[in-house]
């Protein structure tokens, strides 16, 4: 996107693309730290369900891109050491899901 800017420096549309990258960005990170830690589980979930749809031509891209976007949300070492034992999101809202 920034090479699109710097050949198009007054393109309005890759200017507001960039805008809502930077919005949606920020979002993310401040919904991620109000998230109980282990609940990123649902995030992992969705993690393995796009590493599947890599497989099929008409969902790879973006796939891939949903891939990247997730690899901060789903749980780390630390989240897995402090939370031994847990293979589940809590509460009721994840109960479908399982």
């Not at 401040?30 to 993690?47: I, T």
């Amino acid at each position: 996107m920034e090479k699109a800017l710097a050949q198009n420096p007054n393109d309005t549309r890759i200017i507001f693309e960039l805008a809502q990258v930077y919005f949606t960005r920020q979002a993310y990170e401040k919904v991620v730290e109000l998230l109980p830690r282990f609940n990123k589980l649902v995030y992992e979930l969705a993690y393995f369900q796009y590493e599947k749809a890599l497989q099929d031509l008409a969902t790879r891209t973006e796939a891939r891109q949903r891939l990247k976007f997730l690899e901060a949300a789903i749980p780390n070492k630390e989240d897995r050491f402090m939370n031994k034992g847990k293979a589940k999101a809590a509460g009721p809202c994840y109960q479908w899901i399982y």
